[in-house]
């Protein structure tokens, strides 16, 4: 009897024949596919998360999709998501300023007014739980040929010792010399001159108030370009105002003009969720760092002037009772964002990492700097210095041991240079000194680094060149220990990000991912590239245990330093040790905020007593997040503890 083959035979032979033949043409391309299936599933299996977390796309509906380039944990459990103008030049020109608030307990979002640009602000968390936001753009760099008219800086003159004198935007200035005309872009408020009399003489000096302000001119076209060095009378000053009130500007040319920084600031009320404006800082600035003091005020250090300048070491301090800035008495120059660490006694500590703007040869040592004397004391020792900018750094936890950390980095400006080493310093050492730790997964500019509930440092994403050049993000991620000084490699993250972007740790222990501004989308480096909106959330492995131990929470508590703080929980047989954690503020691979502080606790009759250092350098004021972990280092869900301004700061 002749076989015959059944239907289904036939269709699986038919099948397989096809999938041979296709197999022959498209081989590479069927592999790959079988490949990130199998990868697929793989990382959702329970062992795989077990042992190296999960990665997941937060779903952002279409109208709340921005370029993030801030983002702050609110003690509200909420996420302030800020883009500004967004490093869009379209933006910008519309005045279209964004932010969002984002609740990752819910996942819901809601759209913030924002009243300027605030795209390369600074920020920090106040001791009452709002955020200070202060800086941003006044207007964006034109690369050298973009540059259409002539400008620069015009430094107004007031001799008057009488009154200060205010201009505004428009100003027409023209060179008593050269004859062109000028206009100034911004008003400007010109302090009053300053008169001293020689007692044995009865000689009296009068010194000049001045500011400075960005001025371009009034016509297209090289014929309106200075070259030299002049005196710029001021339009409709007439007698003894013409004579008190004038400019004096260098070259005012078509050179490249750097992005330009604002004063403004504000407070952002968590709770109010809105903006609130509040004394705008002397120094326009681009680029800031903030860093919130032992006595609950704020430092306010570097960021790109009104003309585009690095500010030259002039460096503010801001006071929330009285909503008002004031200069330091003594100057002292870092580049742009630099990571400023509130350390010993209110002593500030520099790790050297940095990003962006600021000659390579100033500023970039790290070192201790004590406010008050205005001192800084060199740490050497730090490997690749050439390097640190775009370096990531963190207060290794628990923050009592003092120990830092400084991760990646990349070469000066554009540079395509990076790094692979880690770099560590105990402070309590006699002669602190830099060593290396153990290397990063790749060479990185821009990795982002979170502390971890369990005492860990979760690291992530990067780009091997600049701003993520010839598709060099890296996905990759690994979680480093400090009680081993070992890292391992973990679930790989599922966007790659770059510059513009950052990581944040939430109070359910998960950790978010924002941002990446690619220069190219190719690796040809031909395509231009997108902004990345996505939000990424971590799911690290001490989340997919049997169970995490639990803090019972009757709502938000404030405990002075040195006070106790007591939670009934169910797993007082199992609890290990306790940390409070500030909430992070992060832009520009920068999070100077985040530290994770050991609490001393007792446990008895189904409670929890913990208490509070007494230490204000080492628990500045402010809003925390309070978890325990068990004997397997799996964290509770954080609670929420305020920790107010002490008298004796």
């Not at 077990?50 to 909420?78: D, F, M, Q, S």
């Not at 004590?370 to 750094?393: A, Y």
């Not at 606790?601 to 189904?606: I, N, Q, V």
């Amino acid at each position: 009897m002749k076989y015959r083959p059944s239907r289904r035979t036939r269709r699986y032979a038919i099948g397989t024949a096809a999938v041979i033949v296709l197999a022959g043409f498209n081989g590479p391309a069927l592999y790959r596919f079988g490949t990130e299936k199998y990868h697929e599933h793989k990382i959702n299996q329970p062992e795989y998360k077990t042992e190296n977390g999960h990665w997941k796309v937060v779903g952002v509906p279409e109208e709340y999709r921005i370029n993030t380039i801030h983002a702050a944990l609110l003690h509200t459990g909420k996420v302030l998501l800020i883009a500004g103008s967004g490093n869009d030049a379209k933006n910008f020109a519309a005045k279209s300023f964004r932010s969002v608030l984002w609740d990752p307990k819910r996942n819901t979002f809601k759209n913030i007014p924002t009243p300027s640009d605030m795209f390369c602000t600074g920020h920090t968390q106040l001791a009452d739980g709002k955020l200070l936001v202060a800086g941003g753009t006044q207007r964006y760099e034109k690369l050298e040929g973009d540059v259409d008219k002539a400008g620069g800086l015009m430094i107004v003159h007031n001799e008057n010792p009488d009154k200060p004198k205010t201009f505004p935007a428009g100003t027409r200035f023209t060179g008593r010399a050269n004859g062109k005309s000028f206009e100034s872009k911004d008003p400007v408020l010109v302090p009053r001159a300053e008169k001293t009399t020689n007692k044995k003489t009865g000689k009296v000096t009068v010194t000049p108030g001045t500011t400075r302000v960005y001025v371009e001119a009034l016509h297209k076209g090289e014929d309106y370009q200075t070259g030299t060095q002049d005196n710029y009378r001021i339009a409709g000053l007439k007698g003894a105002d013409e004579r008190n009130y004038y400019g004096i500007a260098q070259k005012l040319s078509f050179d490249k003009k750097d992005f330009q920084g604002i004063k403004d600031s504000y407070e952002f009320d968590p709770v109010a969720e809105r903006y609130i404006r509040v004394d705008p800082m002397h120094e326009a600035r681009w680029y800031p760092t903030l860093t919130t003091l032992p006595d609950g005020k704020v430092l306010s250090v570097s960021g790109l002037d009104e003309i585009g300048q690095v500010v030259p070491g002039k460096n503010e301090i801001y006071d929330p009772e009285k909503k008002k800035w004031r200069y330091l008495r003594q100057q002292r120059f870092f580049p742009t964002y630099p990571a400023l660490f509130l350390h010993d006694r209110g002593t500030i500590f520099y790790t050297g990492s940095n990003a962006g703007y600021g000659p390579d040869d100033q500023g970039r040592t790290p070192g201790i700097w004590d406010l008050k004397r205005n001192t800084f004391d060199v740490v050497p020792g730090i490997s690749d210095p050439g390097v640190l900018e775009t370096s990531m750094s963190v207060l290794l936890p628990p923050a009592q041991k003092r120990r830092y950390m400084v991760l990646g980095g990349g070469g000066v400006g554009e540079s395509s240079k990076s790094t692979a080493k880690t770099r560590l310093v105990d402070l309590r050492a006699k002669k602190p000194r830099f060593r290396d730790g153990p290397d990063l997964y790749a060479k990185a500019r821009y990795p982002s680094s979170v502390i971890l509930p369990d005492d860990t440092v979760l690291t992530t994403n990067g780009s091997g060149d600049y701003r993520g050049r010839s598709a060099s993000n890296i996905l990759k991620a690994e979680i480093y220990d400090p009680r081993t000084n070992a890292s391992r490699g973990v679930a790989a993250p599922l966007v790659g990000r770059n510059y513009h972007s950052g990581a944040l740790l939430l109070p359910d222990g998960r950790v978010m991912t924002f941002g990446s501004d690619s220069l190219f989308s190719d690796k040809a480096n031909t395509q231009p590239g997108e902004f990345e909106q996505k939000i990424d959330v971590y799911s690290p492995p001490y989340l997919f245990r049997d169970a995490r131990p639990v803090l019972v929470d009757p709502g938000p508590k404030t405990v002075e330093l040195g006070g106790k703080v007591t939670y009934a929980s169910p797993d007082t047989a199992t609890i290990r040790q306790a940390r409070l954690i500030r909430p992070g503020s992060f832009t520009h691979v920068t999070n100077i905020e985040q530290r994770s502080i050991e609490l001393d606790m007792t446990k008895a009759d189904g409670r929890v007593t913990v208490r509070i250092p007494k230490d204000s350098s080492l628990v500045p004021p402010g809003w925390y997040m309070l978890t325990v972990a068990d004997e397997t280092g799996t964290p509770s869900e954080a609670v929420w503890v305020k920790v107010p301004v002490s008298p004796a700061a």
